[in-house]
């Protein structure tokens, strides 16, 4: 089906590990972009991508890393996992210009303890 | 920098009636698209309705219609006979024309009541 996948959908991690969230699409969407949501904030945006090779920071890139290599695959980096990472991360993509709106994953729900 | 404002955390309803969640943003800009998002307890966000800031028609979808008033930079989503699928958070988001990004606001969670 076509669409944003996100992997994996939960994860508790230690502080001062490291992972790598996964998000693909199969849509040729030029543009992809990492959301983290928290309570009474909305989504935040941390960083972004137009193309492959071509990456932007957010309101909140500190602590996070991305690259895109190609156009389906954007993923997204914990250097040093810390209790205020604890979140829920999603990724969205649309066409160059997002003004018919974004295709969602479904998101995942970190914990750092 | 854009902002966007929801000044009602929590709302509810009864089954068939008509709420409104409300939606104020500061920009400067003249052109730019307003949304509404859904996000039921699964967490997929779903669009629900879309404006064109230099449409002055209201945008609806079936249920959903929105109060888009330009110059108090306001942006209200009504839902009409209420449902208890409707039970989820409400995001109300700003983009920039031939933007990319999205600026939300904090969002409104609508429980509707049997």
């Known amino acids: 089906n076509a669409g944003v996948t996100q992997t994996p959908k939960f994860q508790v991690l230690k502080t001062g590990q490291s992972m790598t969230l996964q998000c693909a699409q199969d849509?040729?969407?030029?543009?992809m972009s990492w959301y983290r949501q928290d309570p009474g904030m909305g989504l935040r945006l941390i960083h972004y991508s137009v193309g492959a090779g071509i990456t932007d920071q957010g309101e909140v890139p500190n602590g996070y890393n991305v690259s895109r290599s190609t156009t389906e695959d954007f993923p997204l980096r914990l250097l040093s996992a810390a209790p205020s990472q604890t979140s829920v991360y999603f990724c969205a993509s649309s066409y160059l210009t997002g003004v018919d709106g974004y295709t969602f994953g479904s998101g995942t729900r970190l914990t750092v303890v | 920098a854009q902002t966007v404002t929801q000044s009602q955390p929590e709302m509810s309803v009864q089954e068939a009636e008509t709420v409104t969640l409300s939606c104020t943003y500061d920009?400067?800009?003249?052109?730019?698209?307003l949304f509404w998002y859904k996000q039921p307890p699964s967490r997929q966000m779903i669009l629900v309705i879309r404006q064109e800031a230099y449409k002055q028609q209201n945008a609806t979808e079936n249920r959903f219609s929105v109060n888009f008033q330009k110059a108090a930079k306001s942006f209200s989503l009504k839902i009409s006979d209420s449902q208890l699928g409707d039970t989820a958070m409400y995001f109300c988001?700003?983009?920039?024309?031939?933007?990319?990004?999205?600026?939300f606001g904090p969002g409104t969670r609508l429980s509707v009541l049997p």
């Open positions: 920009t400067s800009e003249n052109n730019y698209y």
């Open positions: 849509m040729n969407h030029e543009y």
């Open positions: 988001a700003f983009m920039k024309d031939y933007g990319q990004n999205f600026v």
